[in-house]
């Protein structure tokens, strides 16, 4: 098996990685085993009990109806009742077993190195159903076609919709659609053609391909060609190539779903009358339209009803991811039930929400949406390959050499044909041409997946005789562009030197740059009378301010140009980032308990109307002040740093830094003590602990998260938090030092005075000014001074 | 076509200006139309402002300008500074920083950088910063962008504090304003060949 091959080649050979087997990764191991065969077992277990239980039912009634003459037994203290909880158990099941797959692999790095997951995990799957089929048991039909649409598929496609990355999208949106649309009509008639071709030709007795029409052929050439998304982004993640590939290919493979939709129904519907008219194809053109285009608004509405709906959640926070998903899978239902595009719906429903749900709710929500979107997908994922491996040792099995390998060879000289010829085509309007690189990268990313084995599934037998044959194909086909294709992507991305994604940390310079060159761009066009890319985006910018903000967005944040909302969330980050980092006690410690850095809402506007989402035990004000204190604090923060370092001569920066910082750490630790020990509500407890994963996850995984980006010459470990509480003698150290390099600098915020008299209990009542001086002379000296908080409030 | 060239030999300089910018017969042609369209007044030239008005003359036939956030700079950026007026020529030499970069363009050192290569069309937007042309962009000038881009939604102290933070992150070598090089270097990240390339179809 798997997993113990694993154990035993990693105890013989050296280990380079330096994975040590230790208990708890063998104890996994060895919990999946039984996970395995339990899995197996129990159903064997369920054929007996049915009786048991049945016979208990029967006496019960029996003892009901008659309620005089009943023979007594014994009360069952213990008894097996497998059937009632089948169901769900063996979902359960599944869910699991797929979880520790995907822990399993990540416990063996050089695996997952050479292999893509969605491989492994189509290898597990034959695995399972070998194991299924070796005890005897029925393998049960995993991939059922309903199970698939309805379940496994939606929360992938949602995922991808809710974080397409808009911009590139919309910039390439005729380069994809050429690929989706006209790509994959090619593909499917060059294929059901040429396949139908060469079975007519086929020597031989009546070879039994000789009875299959041009029409099925078609529709199986239909199925066969279309690039399947969960495929695409299983590899793709995985090899991180640059933006402009990723969301052509992957553009690709989720518009496609219009023409596989209409091609599919068409062929379907025709197959068994065995011709198509003219007429029928006028109507399936026209069809597809529809199905495209309807798909399409269905989406928009029910994100816009998303949108509108998130506006008033502002009270119920809790319920806000709800929210998303629901609106969102209910659009995919609502388009599959008028069998228009149910994944364009899903993407265009995301794409269109996102934006103002984003604005509306809170940080907390965001994080959620995130993180069951990803965690569903990667669930969803997971099982499909599985199920996939599952079903290909189950699945009715037809093997015919001849059409097998036409159709690999044909589908990969169709893809290539396409993708050659309309790039030449599509290179005539691109700004940016597509280079030959960037061709065979598309065209050896089309990769055909689960999707396919579906639609196949779900033909009907009587109306395809064939339909084994189809299957066996089309497994084929998906395991050739799966393992073939999806392990060699990486190598030849490596070789070929394709440009890689980068990093992108986007800094406020790019945004304002961005934005400018934006309104130049729209200005020059403009000048040349010119309607192209810009005019129109411009337009809708214009539109989208003026009329769908004001109703979509709640409060004042429908106001707020991008660019502020972005500076706010970068500043957010930053601030949050700064207090992770630190450790101990920091800013937050300096605020009420009620808030802490992750209850404050991020991106408001600062002006002096007063905000109309408080938190709820935060008064109007104080939000503003801390805000304020807290932006101000980031920018002498990062001043102190590049001051401290600009003037360091000779001496080794890190060495004076390190000293003082020890120093810091250490009265800070002092005085953590004695907060704990005086046991008042001021003892905020370090940092919540969801807080790291959160910050993470915000800042890894979010693709325009900002991190510091590291002075050049500065010495990244020196996170000098100067609004910590610490005693004045250190800091004033600090200060001498700042104030003899920058006289000109700003006499506010964080002027470190020592405790003065005036900081005696002040009245809760007092104006703005003065509570704000308190606030700040508290985030800047508690240090002796913590004697004199104990007794106040800290904040009145 | 046979008209057209005959359209474009009416153009005066036409085939210098072809060599010199890139451009073909049918994108003069149909930039000579557009400047013809705004030429209201019929002299040859386009003039900045209305002198007894102080009005934008001959730009202010585009309406959407008059929408752009920063329209009046990219009305300015057409005339070299002092000028008042500027003639079909300068017109198209500035529309050709715009022309999509040809990739596989060899040229020998001699020649010239093209005026649509990465550089110069950094170097223009670069221009439309700084005002002054002191070759670099102090924090007046950018706080007068994005006082531009972002209007009278935001307060001065945002200004401030964003254009505060903008300098920070881009300026490297500390002297409190951000140089061509800093500029570009900010700019790394952004394919500029796609970003400041517009199609002159039509």
């Known amino acids: 098996m798997l997993s113990f091959n694993g154990l035993y080649r990693c105890d013989c050979l050296p280990d380079p990685a330096g994975i040590c087997k230790s208990l708890p990764e063998r104890g996994l191991l060895l919990l999946m085993v039984l996970v395995f065969l339990e899995g197996s077992v129990l159903p064997l277990g369920a054929a007996s009990s049915p009786d048991v239980t049945h016979q208990a039912n029967s006496d019960n009634h029996i003892v009901k109806e008659a309620g005089h003459n009943f023979t007594k037994k014994p009360f069952p203290v213990l008894s097996l009742d497998y059937h009632h909880i089948q169901a769900p158990f063996e979902i359960s099941l599944w869910v699991l077993l797929a979880s520790l797959m995907k822990l399993g692999f990540h416990l063996i790095p050089r695996l997952s190195g050479i292999v893509p997951e969605s491989c492994l995990l189509i290898v597990v799957g034959l695995l399972v159903g070998g194991l299924i089929k070796l005890a005897g048991e029925q393998v049960p039909p995993v991939l059922d076609s309903r199970l698939f649409f309805l379940c496994l598929l939606p929360p992938i496609i949602l995922d991808a919709g809710y974080f397409l990355p808009i911009r590139p999208f919309m910039e390439n949106l005729g380069t994809i659609l050429m690929f989706a ?135 119920t926070r809790v319920i806000e991811p709800l929210f998303v998903f629901v609106y969102s899978y209910m659009a995919y239902l609502s388009a599959e039930m008028f069998h228009l595009s149910g994944i364009m719906s899903l993407i265009a429903c995301g794409a269109v929400m996102r934006p103002y749900v984003e604005a509306n709710i809170s940080h907390k929500s965001h994080t959620t949406i995130k993180y069951f979107l990803k965690m569903w997908s990667s669930v969803s994922e997971t099982l499909i390959f599985i199920f996939l491996g599952v079903a290909t040792v189950e699945g009715p099995h037809n093997w015919n050499w001849t059409f097998v390998t036409v159709t690999v ?218 805000r304020k204190i807290l932006r101000s604090n ?77 002075e050049p010459d500065s010495v990244p470990t020196i996170q000098v938090d100067l609004a910590s509480p610490q005693s004045p003698d250190s800091v004033n150290l600090m200060d001498e030092f700042r104030r003899a390099e920058q006289q000109h600098e700003e006499d506010q915020g964080l002027m470190m005075k020592p405790p003065s008299g005036e900081s005696g209990p002040k009245k809760p009542g007092e104006e703005d000014g003065s509570r704000e001086h308190k606030l700040m002379r508290c985030l800047s000296d508690p240090g002796p001074s913590a004697d004199e908080d104990e007794d106040e409030p800290f904040l009145p | 076509m046979g008209s057209s060239n005959s359209s474009v030999n009416n153009i005066p300089n036409a085939q210098e200006l072809m060599q010199e910018t890139g451009f073909s017969a049918a994108h003069i042609l149909r930039l000579h139309e557009r400047f013809e369209f705004l030429d209201k007044h019929k002299c040859g030239q386009l003039r900045l402002v209305d002198r007894p008005t102080n009005q934008p003359q001959d730009f202010g036939a585009v309406q959407e300008l008059a ?136």
């Open chain 1, 181 to 315: 649309v006209v790509g994959t009509l090619w593909n499917a008639f060059f294929v059901g053609g040429l396949l139908y071709a060469v079975c007519q030709i086929q020597p031989g007795n009546p070879s039994i391909l000789h009875q299959l029409e041009l029409l099925p052929c078609l529709l199986f050439g239909s199925i066969i060609s279309a690039v399947d998304p969960v495929a695409v982004l299983a590899v793709f993640e995985e090899i991180h190539i640059n933006e402009l590939l990723h969301i052509l290919v992957f553009g690709e493979s989720l518009l496609n779903d219009a023409v596989t939709v209409v091609l599919y129904h068409l062929f379907e519907e025709y197959a068994g009358v065995g011709s198509v008219t003219v007429m029928d194809v006028f109507l399936g053109i026209i069809s597809f339209l529809v199905v495209a285009v309807g798909g399409v608004l269905v989406g928009a509405i029910y994100g816009i009803l998303a949108a509108f709906t998130s506006r008033f959640t502002s009270h």
């Open chain 1, 409 to 626: 060879i044909l589908c990969l000289v169709a893809r290539v044909i396409g993708v050659v010829g309309l790039t030449y085509v599509i290179n005539k309007f691109r700004i940016v041409k597509l280079t030959t690189k960037d061709q065979f990268i598309v065209a050896y990313g089309g990769l055909r997946g689960a999707i396919a084995f579906s639609l196949g599934f779900l033909l009907n037998k009587d109306h395809f005789p064939l339909r084994d044959m189809f299957l066996t194909a089309i497994i084929t086909v998906i395991f050739f562009t799966v393992f073939v294709q999806g392990m060699t992507i990486k190598p030849l991305v490596e070789l070929l030197a394709v440009k890689k994604k980068q990093e992108a940390k986007r800094s406020i310079n790019e945004e304002i740059h961005t934005q400018f060159l934006d309104h130049l761009l729209t200005g020059i066009e403009d000048i040349c009378g010119h309607y192209g890319h810009h005019h129109w985006k411009d337009k809708l910018n214009r539109f989208n301010k003026k009329y769908v903000k004001k109703c979509l967005i709640a409060g004042e944040r429908s106001k707020e140009p991008q660019l502020i909302a972005f500076y706010h969330k970068m500043e957010m980050k930053q601030a949050i980032e700064l207090v992770e980092s630190g450790g101990g006690v920091k800013l937050p410690s300096a605020m009420p308990s009620a808030v802490s850095m992750q209850n404050i809402q991020p991106k408001k506007l600062p002006p002096a109307k007063p905000a109309e989402r408080a938190l709820s035990n935060l008064p109007k004000g104080r939000e503003e002040e801390i």
């Open chain 1, 634 to 710: 980031l920018q002498r923060t990062r001043q102190r740093l590049r001051s401290y370092n600009r003037h360091t001569l000779l001496a080794d920066p890190y060495e004076d830094g390190l000293g003082d910082l020890l120093i810091k750490k250490q009265k800070m630790i002092e005085l953590e003590r004695k907060i704990k020990d005086m046991n008042n509500y001021l003892t905020v407890p370090a940092a919540p602990p969801d807080s790291p994963t959160m910050c993470r996850a915000r800042l890894a995984s979010d693709p325009q998260a900002y991190s510091m980006k590291p």
């Open chain 2, 67 to 202: 929408l752009n956030p920063i329209g009046d700079s990219i009305i300015s950026a057409f005339f070299s500074p002092g000028q008042e007026t500027v003639d079909f020529a300068s017109f198209v030499r500035i529309l050709a920083h715009f022309r999509p970069t040809d990739r596989n363009q060899s040229r020998d050192g001699a020649q010239q950088e093209p005026a649509n290569s990465s550089i110069r069309k950094l170097k223009f937007a670069f221009q439309m910063y700084d005002q002054d042309r002191d070759g670099k962009i102090s924090r007046a000038e950018l706080l007068q962008v994005l006082r531009a881009m972002l209007g009278i939604q935001v307060t001065e102290e945002q200004l401030q504090s964003i254009a505060e933070r903008a300098i920070q992150e881009a300026d490297l070598d500390r002297d409190d304003a951000i140089s061509f090089d800093e500029f570009r270097k900010s700019l790394e990240k952004v394919d500029i060949d796609h970003k400041m390339s517009i199609r002159f179809l039509r």
